[in-house]
């Protein structure tokens, strides 16, 4: 049951179906607040590089089950939004105890690829600790494939999320 | 003790020290042997996004040291060198029990700021699992600000590894 | 500024200093809602085991803030509460989507060591998924060495909690 | 396919088929050397004690391994090896940079359930970080269940770890 896609069933980061290109993006940030708890800290009091990207995971999720779309009802159904590439840049360290929102938008829907835009914001100020973008794109579990299209319920919901 | 740069300490990724460049790249690749046990993987069979950062951090270590720079000396010393920027590829999955290389090297040392590059490769083909780019940038540990200059053992080591 | 206490300074577990002994607890559990999250799970869709540790913890930094006691501060001030034993049973496994609530309470404070007992339980049925206890002793982070009291102002919060 | 037993699914610690008991001890324990990496430490530059579990589990797999049980094909079967329970007690920390043995060795099979003994040991010396013991039980993934025997493969290679 474990997918084994192969490097062609990813799609290039150009060439992509332009028809069903939806260059939408939403206007307001959904946003996930989190805390640095001691096991989120490395030798240096601060947040480990790594640890973020368990957050922005979760910040994706739940906006997802903000507009309607359970995760695990997608990977149950024999879908899954694997992430395909990853850009962040890391501005300030947080540290153990500091609390911080995490902000993220879907950007672009292309196809079935999906990006996603991220901040990671003091809860007081308009300080940035973290920027970064992560693309999802959609796979069959049962074949391991890139699908072609992305379920209508995924689709419809992620347009609802542009508006 | 506990680092707390403001953004403005961070370098800006153009804008650098042109006469402090070393627009070297090392010919070859330190590799550090990787295998996919349970704790790597989620839900899907595979290694979970988030978890390929601890190989690519082992790796660099591990390549440091191979140079004679013990990072733990390092940071007792007072010196840390925190990632600052991150890109990612993810070509294809790797699965539970499978064994891979974590390829990496540096690419290029501009003034504090050193860029590695990274290639997940499988053990017996050419084919690639991850690739992607870590920036490192050097900080003192008492103040938390970037340095003006590598500690000379870091950068003669490294410019070692240039050769 | 690395801990660095000899087997020694580990207090025995039996042999406790009975005159200082607390034989208190809380008649309360605190309550901490999780969500199993993809970085939670492994191969078999549910979650790993050591993942429950970051829970565990995060109740308990969240109970002791409840009562006043944050821990940054506290590690700031020189005081550490380092997991010096750890004893948990699985009962049933937890799986992605599925959310629970990690409860603790301080069941026993015996000089500078401090029991917290554990249950993760479901949000709407007593079913229990965990259960256990994690055991902390207070330590002086300049020398590493376990101290002779709690910090006054940890006990008294900590006395608080038992009431 | 994701596992789902009910608690009366688990046997209980103490009533164990006697008949079906296999009380063998490994006379050798099985190494399994481990490097901390910044990624292990947190706050106090010292492993992070949930940390541990992934060097426990990967010392559990690569012992299996050495006996000829890989522990993909035994997934890939049909059969899971979860941890049922955990008792942990950490001696000593562990920092940034040190190298030790993870020590493992099977403790006692009965019926289904293998209790498995750790230390974690310094290099060069007689020190011990950590001591514990994880029990295991099997299960069938197709029904979530925990079987009523071993698989005769695993049973046979467990036996011959205790010659």
């Known amino acids: 049951m474990v997918m084994s896609h192969s490097p062609s069933q990813l799609p290039p980061s150009q060439a992509l179906v332009k028809d069903d290109a939806l260059h939408a993006k939403t206007e307001r940030w959904f946003e996930y ?75 672009e829907m292309t196809g079935v690829r999906i990006d996603w835009d991220y901040e990671i914001q003091a809860l007081d100020s308009p300080e940035i600790y973290l920027s970064g973008r992560v693309t999802l794109v959609a796979v069959d579990r049962a074949s391991g494939k890139v699908v072609r299209r992305l379920p209508p319920a995924v689709k419809d919901a992620l347009i609802k999320l542009t508006r």
Do not use: N
């Open 33 to 107: 607040p989190v805390k640095v708890q001691p096991h989120h800290t490395d030798y240096a009091g601060i947040v480990w590089h790594g640890a973020y990207l368990a957050w922005l995971e979760a910040a994706r999720v739940e906006c997802l089950h903000s507009i309607g779309i359970d995760f695990a009802d997608l990977v149950q159904a024999g879908c899954d939004l694997p992430v395909v590439e990853l850009a962040l840049r890391y501005h300030r360290p947080l540290q153990l105890g500091q609390s911080a929102i995490v902000k993220t938008q879907m950007r």
